[in-house]
């Protein structure tokens, strides 16, 4: 009964309601959307990202979700190191677009200290990235490519090295065997220089055959997606042995040509960071700051070196002539300003990168990976870019001023963010699967 008078009401109300209603409730709904849709934009610009996006990350999920996932987190984790594991896949961990040879400078390190420069978790993140860069579905039934798909996984880099002569026995046209034998096998750069520019005429030839037969199936797509791939990544290591053998304008050229690249393989290597660290060699900061205009963009992801590097240049405009006695007593110019505040930005983003520009902290040799905000980023930044800021007069001392000053800006960076989201808890966990035992973690 009491249904039945339920169900009578609603029919009641619904009928009762006049055209002018359905307007009215039209009109509302949509100025409120605009409202929403105007704070929403405001928010994206100034901060960069969605304030829907941000609660919904950090406070509803959790409070649907929360239960559950640490539940299900428990049951999935049996000791530490698996827990540090799912730590670490919670942070995105990319690849360095700067890494350096294993055979021509890491391997060199390991005979002059006797110790491991790469963690086994960073090798293993190498070996996945060269099994999806270099292999393909296409390779079946091929002993070539087979022997490289297991090859990149193996532990010993001696079986490595004999697996890539392997594939090359059966097959001398097997460039991702050539790819490794430079990597790994070569104990210069001019060495690694060489076997790369072989397989740089292998690479171009096996891109233009598949090129021709890419429309004649789903396979026939997927070898030309690993030619490509294999092509641009040699053409991406020659221009870096080319900058490392002094060869700059050659270098340049080169990762110019690759950014105009469009296949997806080139959001993993970054090769602007390639493009920026070779231009300030050269102190072409014009075309630095053409190269920053392009990628400091507010809807594209963020860098030490993006952020680091702009900092260098507005602080190029006022640092030999900055003072802070002159500083405290009339105050900051509008171009010192600037500058701080730059500084501030690149600090809030990664906070670590300081220590090691200042020699505060010992560098050590980069990671192949590195986390984003994370000490092993600013080992990668400060490696290649310390002598791009020891190279500018009084850069190093505007920084040693004023970056310690973004912290009384944000004194609970772990909590709340300025320009970025917090600064994220997960990246020491991160950092200690990428960074080697021996080095004191910022």
């Known amino acids: 009964m009491a249904l039945l008078f339920t169900s009578m009401w609603d029919a009641t109300f619904f009928n009762s309601l006049t055209p002018r209603f359905y307007v009215a409730l039209t009109g509302t709904s949509s100025f409120i959307s605009g409202i929403i849709l105007a704070f929403e934009w405001w928010y994206f610009k100034k901060y960069g990202t969605s304030f829907i996006e941000q609660v919904s990350l950090n406070h509803i999920s959790p409070w649907i979700n929360g239960t559950d ?41 390991h005979w002059a200290t006797n110790k491991d420069p790469l963690t086994y978790y960073d090798m293993n993140l190498s070996a996945q990235d060269h099994q999806t860069f270099f292999t393909c579905e296409g390779d079946t039934g091929k002993a070539e490519y087979e022997i490289m798909q297991t090859a990149w996984r193996e532990r010993n880099p ?34 690694a ?8 005429k292998i690479a171009e030839n096996n891109y233009r055959k598949s090129q021709s037969t890419q429309h004649q199936g789903a396979i026939a797509e997927a070898i030309h997606r690993r030619d490509t791939n294999v092509l641009i990544y040699v053409k991406r290591r020659l221009a870096m042995c080319a900058r490392k053998l002094g060869k700059l304008k050659e270098a340049v050229k080169m990762f110019r040509d690759l950014t105009k690249e469009v296949p997806s393989i080139m959001n993993a ?15 072409a900061y014009t075309d630095v ?12 992801p963020k860098s030490a070196t993006i952020c680091y590097t702009a900092a260098l240049l507005k602080a190029r405009v006022v640092a030999d002539k900055f003072s802070t006695d002159i500083a405290s007593k009339r105050g900051l110019t509008t171009p010192e300003m600037i500058a701080v505040e730059a500084i501030h ?47 500018m007069e009084g850069a190093l001392n505007l920084l040693h001023c004023t970056w310690e000053g973004t912290f009384r800006m944000l004194p609970y960076p772990l909590e709340r963010g300025h320009l970025f989201y917090p600064y994220p808890s997960c990246t020491e966990c991160a950092d200690r699967e990428l960074l080697p035992s021996f080095h004191d973690r910022s």
């Open 193 to 200: 220089e060489r076997i790369l520019k072989q397989a740089l």
């Open 69 to 109: 996932s640490v539940s299900d987190g428990n049951n999935s984790n049996f000791n530490g190191s698996n827990s540090n594991q799912q730590n670490v896949s919670e942070c995105k961990v990319w690849r360095n677009p700067i890494n350096l040879f294993r055979g021509a400078e890491y391997q060199r390190f």
């Open 158 to 191: 001696a079986v490595r090295v004999k697996a890539a002569h392997s594939a090359l026995e059966r097959n001398p046209d097997c460039a991702p065997a050539y790819i490794l034998l430079a990597e790994e096998e070569a104990t210069t750069i001019v060495e």
């Open 345 to 391: 930005r690149a600090v809030e983003f990664n906070p670590h990168v300081p220590k090691y520009l200042l020699e505060m902290k010992p560098l050590i040799l980069p990671p192949e990976h590195v986390l984003k905000r994370g000490d092993s980023e600013a080992i990668a930044y400060a490696f290649f870019h310390l002598a791009h800021w020891k190279q």
């Open 289 to 300: 700051q053409a190269v920053l205009a392009k990628y400091d963009d507010i809807s594209l």
């Open 269 to 283: 290597l970054n090769i602007h960071e390639n493009l920026i660290e070779a231009l300030l060699e050269m102190q």
